[in-house]
């Protein structure tokens, strides 16, 4: 099994996005932020179907987890871009598990109302690296989904998102954010999310599949513009 880790432009989920009630609906603003999390995971390993690792209850801190994420906001189209990573000890293994997202997303307003409220349906692009004992499982697959902007007050807003692999490796996203701008050009952003993987790869006559769930509550500062 190759050991590079690949980097490819890819496309997804559109997280929960910064959005202000004082510029939405005059055009187009942008925002990029940095973020931190704290997750919980389990996993299962096997090649052959004989099991190589199965563990659960597993957790990693602040510093071990971290992202970067843009995004180009109107009233009818939304735009983001994600790039984030984890690690994880696994010390009944004596390993580490590492993962690499990379991912792009475009959607589409089908709904919305002038206060702020905004339903998108999204299709992106998503690129997945995973190392765990010296095997490494590399997917790009395009997945489809929706992301829900809900204003609550004029700087509060909150933000729901799902999205779903549309080909051969599974992947599933889930997420909720609370969202407050507490400067023209700052906010900062308090993020849930859920997510299932499941990659297979083949190497020599031997397959191999990674199954992850993982929950996470992440941190995010935006500077907006």
Known sequence: MSFK????????????????????????HHGISIGLASEQSELTLTSNAQTLAELD???????????????????????SYQLD??????????????????????????????????????????HTSVDILSNEFSSTQGYAGFRLDIPVFKRLYLHAKADTNLTKDKATNISAAVNYRYMRNHSIMLEWQGKSLELADQENNTEYLLERDSSQLALRWYLVW
Do not use: C
Request: charged share 15%.
């Open 85 to 126: 990573k984890n690690e994880t000890e696994l010390t009944d293994i004596s390993s580490k598990y590492q993962q690499q997202n990379l991912q792009f997303d475009i959607g589409m307003s089908v709904f919305s109302l002038d206060r702020g409220l905004n339903l998108y349906p999204l299709i992106g692009i998503r």
């Open 57 to 79: 209850n597993l957790s990693s801190k602040f510093a071990d987890n971290y992202s970067i994420q843009g995004y180009s906001i109107s009233p009818n189209w939304a735009i």
């Open 5 to 28: 880790h690949l980097f490819a432009a890819k496309a997804i989920a559109i997280s929960s996005l910064a959005v202000s009630g004082a510029v939405h609906g005059i055009g187009w």
